[in-house]
């Protein structure tokens, strides 16, 4: 990448989070099925409270445009249809995105007061978006070391879905308005497309760490770049880290083209696609947009919360990682697996409890052999990890310490167990003969020899006797047959 571009990169992430919605009590689900209430509104712009009416708003108002909301009786209130003031904020909402604040380094707030965001797409029935601040000065760090500045975190409210647009006419969906958004804005001084997808990489595995949604649509990720000689962009919704490179190359190649034909590059706010390519949106907003929200009173934090929150931290995917490969040895592939089938938990139970045990052994149980018998006998592993139930599998290490089962006849018994068979009545099926096969044909070799001329059945007695149930009786006539033939 030529470094005389002057190339200045910006990253501003959305992430919904996983509690109820940020001013209504509301569960933040969204639906599929038919609405029960809706409602037609038509929007104007207003001007922010310095009289400037902004151009991105007047770009929407000369539309004309009629907007239909969608809601649910069960899962939308007044609230959300912009009839009945905003509650509180949602404390649960408030102390994860102060979680995600304390995890990028940043400094909580004593005091933050709500504000209007003026949105005139019809997205939010309002006609603004609802914002408060809630950290200051934070930082992520790069494998290089460089700092890269959070200048501020925010708390939001997510905007209404658009279901259908036409001409004239857009359907929104009030299911998504307000759930509550955490908005990370980094500093301008990321100046490689590389480097913006390691940020990108790095606040996605701390967001993640913490009670967010997840899938797709749950995070949003926009871009902001500007280039000497070309224009400020804002590129909207880029699917995923790894597209970040290839956008923002796009990116300065369309500048470029537009320069050398001597045509003027406008600031724009694109669209990215899943391609790498972008559209045009709208012309980039200006500045004159925040007005204080007065239904809502000031939200304070307290020492004694940031205290508490720090104490609690979460830890992070990579932390958890080289916890695993360092205390039980285990290979940088299987620690990743278990993080991310969500087995760290109960393998860390397991190894704390069952100390004699091999870690390998642990994951073999917890996540090969389901797999492996899966595939094998053409069973949903959903179903083997629905039968295999922490307390089997504690029952099935239980046996294994007493030494009434082997590490070789674990996945036979797991398969039974898969198949519907109880651990109790699959169990004697695969117990240890503690007994080599050798020492078992000298036994009965001694036995045929001491009392010549006896009937298979009395052998079979004797021999019974003699192992006492430490080997199985099949294994025993078949010893026998042979001998005696
Ligand atoms: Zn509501």
């Given at each position: 990448?030529?470094?005389n571009?002057?190339?200045?990169?910006?990253?501003?992430?959305?992430?919904?989070?996983?509690?109820?919605?940020?001013f209504c009590?509301?569960?933040?689900?969204l639906?599929?099925?038919?609405?029960?209430?809706?409602?037609?509104?038509?929007?104007?712009?207003?001007?922010?409270?310095?009289?400037?009416?902004?151009?991105?708003a007047?770009?929407?108002?000369?539309?004309?445009?009629?907007?239909?909301?969608?809601?649910?009786?069960?899962?939308t209130?007044?609230?959300e249809?912009?009839?009945s003031?905003?509650?509180?904020?949602?404390?649960e909402?408030?102390?994860?995105?102060?979680?995600?604040?304390l995890?990028?380094?940043?400094?909580?707030?004593?005091?933050?007061?709500?504000?209007?965001?003026?949105?005139?797409d019809?997205?939010?029935?309002?006609?603004?978006?609802?914002t408060?601040?809630?950290?200051?000065n934070?930082f992520?760090?790069?494998?290089?070391?460089?700092?890269?500045?959070?200048?501020?975190?925010?708390?939001?409210?997510?905007?209404?879905?658009?279901?259908?647009r036409?001409?004239?006419?857009?359907?929104?969906?009030?299911?998504?308005?307000g759930?509550?958004?955490?908005?990370?804005?980094?500093?301008?001084?990321?100046?490689?497309?590389?480097?913006?997808?390691e940020?990108?990489?790095?606040?996605?595995?701390?967001?993640r760490?913490?009670?967010?949604?997840?899938g797709?649509?749950?995070?949003?990720?926009d871009?902001?770049?500007?280039?000497?000689?070309?224009?400020?962009?804002?590129?909207?919704?880029v699917?995923?880290?790894?597209?970040?490179?290839?956008?923002?190359?796009?990116?300065?190649?369309?500048?470029?083209?537009?320069?050398?034909?001597k045509?003027?590059?406008?600031?724009?706010?694109?669209?990215?696609?899943?391609?790498?390519?972008?559209?045009?949106?709208?012309?980039?907003?200006?500045?004159?947009?925040?007005?204080p929200?007065?239904?809502?009173?000031?939200?304070?934090i307290?020492?004694?919360?940031?205290k508490?929150?720090q104490?609690?931290?979460p830890?992070?995917?990579?932390?958890?990682?080289?916890?695993?490969?360092?205390?039980?040895k285990?290979s940088n592939?299987?620690?990743?697996?278990?993080?991310?089938?969500?087995?760290?938990?109960?393998?860390?139970?397991?190894?704390?409890?069952?100390?004699?045990?091999?870690?390998?052994?642990?994951?073999?149980?917890l996540?090969?052999?389901?797999?492996e018998?899966?595939?094998?006998?053409?069973?949903?592993?959903?179903?083997?990890?629905?039968?295999m139930?922490?307390?089997?599998?504690?029952?099935l290490?239980?046996?294994l310490?007493?030494?009434?089962?082997?590490?070789s006849?674990?996945?036979?018994?797991?398969?039974?167990?898969?198949?519907?068979i109880?651990l109790?009545?699959?169990?004697?099926?695969?117990?240890?003969?503690a007994?080599s096969?050798?020492?078992?044909?000298?036994?009965?070799?001694?036995?045929?020899?001491?009392?010549?001329?006896?009937?298979?059945?009395?052998?079979?007695?004797?021999?019974?006797?003699?192992f006492?149930?430490?080997?199985?009786?099949?294994?025993?006539i078949?010893?026998?047959?042979?001998?005696?033939?």
């Open positions: 990448m030529d470094k571009l002057g190339l200045k990169i910006g990253l501003e992430i959305h992430q919904q989070l996983d509690t109820s919605k940020l009590r509301c569960p933040s689900i639906r599929e099925d038919e609405p029960d209430v809706i409602v037609k509104r038509k929007m104007y712009a207003v001007a922010g409270e310095t009289g400037v009416t902004d151009i991105a007047l770009h929407e108002y000369e539309k004309g445009k009629e907007f239909i909301y969608q809601g649910y009786k069960d899962t209130c007044e609230i249809f912009d009839e003031p905003p509650m509180e904020i949602d404390q909402a408030l102390e994860i995105a102060l979680q995600i604040s995890l990028l380094n940043a400094k909580p707030v004593e005091v933050s007061q709500v504000m209007r965001k003026t949105v005139i019809g997205s939010n029935t309002s006609g603004f978006q609802r408060l601040i809630i950290a200051k934070g992520v760090e790069l494998e290089n070391k460089k700092k890269i500045s959070i200048p501020a975190i925010c708390l939001e409210e997510d905007a209404a879905r658009a279901i259908k036409t001409e004239k006419t857009t359907i929104f969906r009030l299911d998504r308005l759930i509550p958004l955490v908005e990370i804005v980094t500093g301008p001084e990321i100046f490689l497309p590389e480097e913006a997808k940020v990108a990489l790095k606040i996605g595995e701390i967001l760490a913490c009670k967010v949604k997840r797709i649509g749950t995070i949003r990720q871009v902001n770049l500007s280039i000497s000689g070309g224009a400020r962009t804002e590129i909207k919704g699917q995923e880290p790894n597209l970040i490179p290839k956008t923002i190359e796009n990116e300065i190649q369309r500048q470029h083209e537009l320069v050398k034909q045509k003027k590059v406008e600031e724009t706010v694109r669209r990215a696609e899943p391609d790498g390519s972008t559209v045009f949106l709208r012309p980039l907003p200006g500045a004159a947009r925040m007005y929200e007065t239904d809502v009173p000031l939200v304070y307290s020492k004694e919360l940031i508490k929150l104490a609690n931290l830890k992070l995917k990579s932390e958890i990682k080289l916890e695993l490969m360092s205390k039980y285990l592939e299987f620690a990743s697996i278990i993080i991310d089938e969500n087995k760290t938990e109960q393998f860390q139970a397991l190894a704390k409890e069952f100390s004699k045990a091999s870690p390998l052994l642990i994951y073999k149980i996540i090969l052999y389901p797999k018998i899966s595939s094998h006998e053409k069973i949903p592993i959903e179903h083997i990890n629905e039968k139930t922490g307390e089997i599998i504690k029952n290490f239980r046996a310490t007493k030494d009434e089962i082997s590490e006849s674990i996945k036979d018994l797991m398969t039974d167990v898969s198949k519907g109880s109790e009545k699959a169990i004697p099926k695969h117990k240890t003969s007994i096969s050798n020492e078992i044909e000298n036994e009965i070799d001694k036995i045929l020899k001491e009392k010549p001329n006896l009937s298979i059945g009395a052998y079979m007695g004797l021999a019974m006797q003699k006492k149930g430490k080997v199985e009786g099949k294994e025993i078949e010893i026998l047959k042979r001998k005696i033939r």
